[in-house]
């Protein structure tokens, strides 16, 4: 998709130059901060969309779907999301029109087979991530494809990057299959989820080698950058598809743990209540797991400052999968040290993004609170005391008997206590919390949120990741 444009007899000279002005736009907006650059990237993406509108619209073209993509890619980059699903739309529909969701061996020789092939994997992967990230339909979920069957084989040109767009293809397609069968059916049953996880695990065994070693180059060179960039984003993609398969059944063990860790009075709520289902737990710890794995490797990357200066993917990847230990350590008393090393390495990560994207400064931001508030939370549970237990207590003894006035003003006032103690026992009524709340747990409302789906509006509750932009 990045490499320039190939002159041919319906490349037009503005398509062309529209190409290559978009290209040099994201370019000089994933470089390392400089004032000039900001200038070069809006100039030339602005001269790009120009000629995107004046004519090309008329005119579908291979050409036009690869400008809109890149056209895209840069408005994620500038933190316009919006402009960048509506091109993304543009893109799907202009290529649905030239058919590149079919196969066509026959009409057209390998060379523009190959070049079909790659723009419409490029404009589905793309969409359906981003798509996936923001909680949007994508557009282009509902075309059928054949071309997944034969991608592969028109494909084997020997380039390492044709490896890494099959297998990101492949994955975005599981990424709509979970979206589609958690979410949109609200199917967020173990058995659905194993069943995505082993589609998952099939695909991660099927990668080429190329894609899970690090470069035999310099790594500082270009081409070892360009292979590790690409690595990662397949293998955090990888990580972020497990994470969204697994994040429901997170979700309800950790609500059974705040309770649990909130839990005043032993014995008015049954401990069945408490218990956390086996399987879920399974299926949370595999979410945790998932989300350490993305940001260590993320941070390997980062420490060894071979990330670009803007990564418009990778920084809404991490702040879903920070969000994973963030919960999982507010929800816990415990000192977790691999949770919290890795919770501030993804904040050192969107710390160092936030200086060219305002959208990873505002995730920032939010971890940043979620951070002030699981200290918060740790606070209040070193300072609150345990709870007084003790529901009966001696109210007579001839040892309390003191010949001194002010023995007697206390047996007076022990007395007095007792007498106080005594009336109260006629009036039998419900548990009354030391701190003067009743009710303090209802058993029915406990029990409904943690012991069944029903009644969890996943498109509702489960969109803390996405910020709508």
Not at 43 to 57: E, G, K, P, T, V
Not at 62 to 77: D, K, N, P, Q, T
Request: hydrophobic share 40%.
């Amino acid at each position: 998709m990045l490499q320039g444009p190939s002159p041919n007899r319906e490349t037009s000279p503005k398509t062309t130059l529209a190409l290559r002005d978009i290209l040099i736009a994201i370019g000089a907006q994933a470089s390392k901060h400089e004032a000039t650059l900001t200038q070069v990237d809006r100039y030339y993406f602005a001269r790009a969309q120009r000629i995107a509108f004046a004519s090309m619209l008329v005119n579908p073209s291979l050409e036009m779907v690869r400008l809109f993509i890149l056209m895209s890619f840069y408005m994620l980059g500038a933190c316009r999301r919006n402009a960048a699903f509506m091109y993304l739309g543009v893109a799907a529909r202009a290529a649905a029109a030239l058919g590149l969701h079919f196969a066509d061996q026959n009409s057209v020789n390998i060379d523009e087979q190959q070049k079909r092939a790659r723009v419409w994997m490029s404009l589905c992967t793309l969409d359906l991530l981003v798509s996936s990230i923001l909680g949007r339909p994508p557009a282009t979920a509902n075309l059928p494809s054949d071309i997944a069957d034969s991608a592969t084989n028109t494909l084997k040109s020997g380039r390492d990057i044709d490896d890494s767009l099959v297998a990101s293809y492949y994955m975005s397609r599981i990424l709509d299959d979970i979206v589609v069968r958690v979410y949109h059916e609200k199917a967020a049953s173990t058995e659905v989820a194993e069943s995505l996880l082993e589609k998952l695990k099939q695909w991660s065994n099927d990668l080429p080698e190329y894609l899970l070693s690090s470069p035999s180059t310099d790594p500082e060179s270009l081409a070892a950058q360009e292979h590790i960039i690409g690595s990662l984003h397949v293998a955090c993609t990888y990580h972020f598809a497990v994470i969204i398969v697994t994040r429901p059944f997170l979700i309800s063990v950790l609500g059974v743990r705040l309770a649990r860790l909130h839990q005043d009075s032993p014995g008015i709520i049954p401990e069945e209540t408490f218990l956390e289902d086996p399987t879920h737990t399974r299926l949370a710890n595999a979410c945790v797991e998932s989300a350490l794995y993305m940001i260590q490797t993320c941070l390997e990357v980062h420490q060894s400052r071979l990330l670009l200066g803007n990564m418009c993917i990778l920084k809404a990847l991490v702040f879903a999968a920070a969000l994973v230990p963030g919960f999982s350590m507010f929800s816990q008393k415990e000192v977790d040290t691999t949770l919290e090393d890795t919770f501030n390495g993804a904040l050192e990560i969107l710390r160092e993004l936030s200086q060219q994207s305002a959208q990873a400064a505002h995730y920032y931001e939010i971890l940043s609170l979620l951070r002030n508030a699981i200290d918060e939370q740790r606070q209040r549970l070193r300072e609150t005391p345990v709870p007084d237990k003790k529901y009966v207590s001696k109210i007579f003894s001839l040892n309390l008997r003191n010949n001194s006035p002010q023995g007697q003003g206390s047996m007076d006032a022990t007395t007095a206590a007792c007498s106080s103690e005594g009336s109260q026992t006629d009036r039998v009524g419900p548990y009354v919390d030391p701190g003067g709340s009743t009710n303090l747990f209802d058993a029915v409302a406990l029990s409904s949120p943690f012991l069944g789906w029903e009644g969890m509006e996943l498109s509702l509750w489960d969109r803390f990741p996405f910020v709508d932009g």
